[in-house]
């Protein structure tokens, strides 16, 4: 069974960094798509990154492009998140997520989510 | 961005009984829809994608319909553990979800 482990979140002042991981286990892992999906306070869903089994293919949103920065090791079968310039807004639980294999662009599996808290 | 708009924001009814859920689009997603539940505490759950089809392991009560912009989620006999926040979601352009449709029993 495909589990995927977040960590890393926590509370951070506004215009810091935060480095968040995801450890991938029970599936090929370097054969996937992966994704960060985060969720607000008020339960609104939002996409945020997507990266390619290969790396050489990376989405964001525009609420993070410039800010946020997506990478994996699939030695390590781990994916990352690195959130650089944070503010309030950004607040929410951060979900990683596998792409579907004959569906790219949808979610199948996710884990349990990393709540990031960004706060003075 | 494409804006997916649900409704009803909240839906009550009883165990047993039909439940249809209603997920409109801003502009064409041609079939590229999802739909998901998540339970609280829990990530959200793919039942459905490109609009029909279920996702491995749900249960076939689950049915979803429509293309286009308007697409519906069916639940037909609702079970006490389907009582849960429903998203949809496309993948037309980039990915965006709708607001939610919270299913509670009545």
């Known amino acids: 069974e495909a589990q995927l482990v977040e960590s890393g979140g926590g509370l951070v002042q506004p215009g810091g960094s935060l480095r968040l991981s995801c450890a991938a286990s029970?599936?090929?892992?370097?054969?996937?798509?992966m994704n960060w999906v985060r969720q607000t306070p008020g339960k609104r869903l939002e996409w945020i990154s997507y990266?390619?089994?290969?790396?050489?293919?990376?989405f964001y949103a525009d609420s993070v492009k410039g800010r946020f920065t997506i990478s994996r090791d699939n030695a390590k079968n781990s994916l990352y998140l690195q959130m650089n310039s944070l503010r309030d807004e950004d607040t929410a639980f951060y979900y990683c997520?596998?792409?579907?294999?004959w569906g790219d662009g949808y979610f199948d599996y996710w884990g349990q989510g990393t709540l990031v808290s960004v706060s003075s | 961005e494409i804006v997916l708009t649900q409704s009803p924001a909240t839906l009550s009814l009883s165990p047993g009984e039909r439940a249809t859920l209603s997920c409109r689009a801003s502009?064409?997603?041609?079939?590229?829809l999802a739909w998901y539940q998540q339970k609280p505490g829990q990530a959200p759950r793919l039942l459905i994608y490109?609009?029909?089809y279920r996702a491995t392991g749900i249960p076939g009560r689950f049915s979803g319909s429509g293309s286009g912009t308007d697409f519906t989620l069916t639940i037909s006999s609702l079970e006490p553990e389907d009582f849960a926040l429903y998203y949809c979601?496309?993948?037309?352009?980039?990915?965006?979800f709708g607001q939610g449709t919270k299913l509670e029993i009545k």
């Open positions: 502009q064409n997603v041609d079939n590229y």
């Open positions: 029970g599936f090929a892992f370097s054969d996937c798509s």
């Open positions: 990266i390619n089994s290969r790396s050489d293919t990376i």
């Open positions: 490109d609009a029909s």
């Open positions: 979601q496309q993948r037309k352009n980039r990915q965006t």
């Open positions: 997520a596998r792409g579907l294999e």
